[in-house]
């Protein structure tokens, strides 16, 4: 079993930075770990994702280079740091663990921690 706590969201201005943090607990070495996020009446997208080995890193299109995902095995804990913020980026983040065989889905989400970008 794996369990995720989010943290680390808020309100910020546009272009400002925020860094969220992912608390893992459980066996989470062999597992991707993911960022997701949902913003109101749209359906929940991808981010970014990690192999917590570090040796697999993904993003999403419209990251652009402005968020970058990393991890730290000593405290079991993946971040997202993110600059440039844009309203558009307004959303709740979800953190999410899943396998890496073939098919594995995210089946550990976060309780999500919301990041508002004003204007």
């Known amino acids: 079993q794996v369990q995720l706590v989010e943290s680390g969201g808020g309100l910020v201005q546009a272009g400002g930075s925020l860094r969220l943090s992912c608390a893992a607990s459980g066996r989470t070495f062999s597992y991707v770990m993911g960022w997701f996020r949902q913003a109101p009446g749209k359906e929940r997208e991808f981010v970014a994702a990690?192999?917590?080995?570090?040796?697999?890193?993904s993003y999403a299109d419209f990251v652009k280079g402005r968020f970058t995902i990393s991890r730290d095995s000593a405290k079991n804990t993946v971040y997202l740091q993110m600059r440039s913020l844009e309203p558009e980026d307004t959303a709740v983040y979800y953190c999410?663990?899943?396998?890496?065989?073939?098919?594995?889905?995210?089946?550990?989400w976060g309780q999500g921690t919301q990041v508002t970008v004003s204007s």
């Open positions: 990690i192999l917590w080995s570090m040796s697999s890193i």
């Open positions: 999410a663990a899943r396998g890496v065989g073939p098919g594995s889905s995210y089946d550990y």
